[in-house]
Structure formats: structure tokens, C-alpha cells
């Protein structure tokens, strides 16, 4: 039981050697349980050798990290955001700061090459079917318990919809569809 903190490239290889298409069921950044499928292999005939290779290639550990999770920046900086906003402690610049970090963290991942599911092997045989994260995922995690949490706060509220136009204006430039951005725009219109 862990995170799954990365899925190493070598499993191309690894599917590769075996004749084999892994479909990964576990995102990275998922907590998985023992036991928990972290994905299928399907195996064109017979009984493949060499799968032993392919479950070492999922890392898990107990701590989320960084370097693969890109959920995990967005659900720290949402975090920090929505610890500031109760009446309590009423932080709302730092909340303001968290979510301008949150959303140039999105803006980052944007201008990223686009990650596809499907990963070839060498002779251009599908080997995996990743499951990566969408901008749509990122989006949501990001706004929608801020947008919940902030509504209130008018001044929060109006900075959420500038970063989210921001967004929205990343993703035009990029090309990169996401619907997300129209749903959090018209349901901050309503929170407000």
C-alpha cells in the first residue's frame, strides 16, 4: 500500500520483451491498497514470461512526491488556499497568493508537450495505455473547493475568476480543449 508515485518508461521495454499491452488502472498520485490493481496486461497468446518486470515498474511509496504527480503541487497550493479562507482565521490574501501559484502551476503544465495515453514500443507497438492527467482534473482539483470555500469572500471570489480566465486564456493559445474552465467560470457567476 502507498502512492503511486511513478510509472518508470522501462516498462515499454519490459512490455515489449513480454509481447504484451499494459493498460494502467492506478493514476500516478493515487493512494493504492495492497492488493488494489495497478493495471491489466493483455497478452496476445499464451502466457507471457516476464511480468515480474512489468509490477516492478510502478512505483509505490508512502509519501506523495513531485517529480511525476502534477496533482500533487495543485492539491497543496488548493490546501493552503482553503486553510486561509474560514472566518477563524480569514487569510484572503494568502488564499489569493496560493491560487496564483495554483493557476500558474496549470498554465505550466499547458505549455508542457501534451503526454498522449497510447506508448509505443520502438516498432511503433502500443505497449501502454497510460492514464495521464488532464487539464480538466487539474482544474477541478484545484478551484472547485476553493471556489466552495471562498464564497463569502468577494474579493477571493473576483481573483479566482481572473486566474481562471488566465487559464482559459493558456489553453486558447495552446490549443488544448478543457471544459472545466466554463464550468468554474459560470458557478463562481453564481457563488458570487
Known sequence: AGYLTHVDGAIIERASAADVLVEQRAQVGDFVVTGQVLAQVWAAGGDPEGLDGL????????????????????????????????????????????????????????GQPPVGAIRVDGDEVPRLVAKPVSVDELVQLGFEQVRHAARDQ?????????????????????????AETARQLRLLGQEA
Not at 497550493?77 to 501559484?101: F, H, I, K, Q, Y
Not at 480566465?165 to 495552446?174: M, P, T
Open 55 to 110: 509490477r516492478d515498474a510502478f512505483g509505490i511509496e508512502k509519501e506523495r512526491t513531485l517529480a511525476a504527480d502534477v496533482r500533487f503541487p495543485v492539491r497543496q497550493l488548493a490546501d493552503v488556499a482553503l486553510r486561509a479562507l474560514p472566518p477563524g482565521t480569514n487569510d484572503p490574501t494568502t488564499a489569493e497568493n496560493a491560487m496564483g501559484s495554483l493557476a500558474d502551476t496549470i498554465v505550466r503544465v499547458i
Open 154 to 178: 468577494p474579493v477571493v471570489l473576483e481573483r479566482l475568476v481572473e486566474l481562471i480566465e488566465q487559464v482559459d486564456r493558456a489553453l486558447e493559445e495552446a490549443q488544448v480543449q478543457c
